[in-house]
Nanobody, 115 residues
Framework: QVQLVESGGGLVQPGGSLRLSCEASGINFEIYTMGWYRQALGRQRELVISVTDSGIVDTADSVKGRYAVSRDNAQNTVTLQLNSLKPEDTAVYYC?????????WGKGTLVTVSS
């Protein structure tokens, strides 16, 4: 059974930081592209950042210079560091694992940026 479990969301003030983690089980983690998506209220889900099995990172323009991703293939985890947070970063953040033939999602973790 495949599971992606996110953690680390919460309430943070503008300008603050958070670290989200996603732990994967039931997959051969090291061959998957791992991504973080987000969905704000009333908006479509969008890619935030992803990292391929070979370490290539793709970052949305809206978070460049503020967000960073890392993966630990030994621990089957992918971590998203969120810095300089803005109110518009408020969303449910989802972990994604995909290959050309598979696509798995976590249940999401809520990040709220507010004073």
């Amino acid at each position: 059974q495949v599971q992606l479990v996110e953690s680390g969301g919460g309430l943070v003030q503008p300008g603050g930081s958070l670290r989200l983690s996603c732990e994967a089980s039931g997959i051969n983690f090291e061959i998957y592209t791992m991504g973080w998506y987000r969905q704000a209220l009333g908006r479509q889900r969008e890619l935030v950042i992803s990292v391929t099995d070979s370490g290539i990172v793709d970052t949305a323009d809206s978070v460049k210079g503020r967000y960073a991703v890392s993966r630990d293939n030994a621990q089957n985890t992918v971590t998203l560091q969120l810095n300089s947070l803005k109110p518009e970063d408020t969303a449910v953040y989802y972990c994604n694992a995909r290959t050309t033939v598979a696509d798995y999602w976590g249940k999401g973790t809520l990040v709220t940026v507010s004073s």
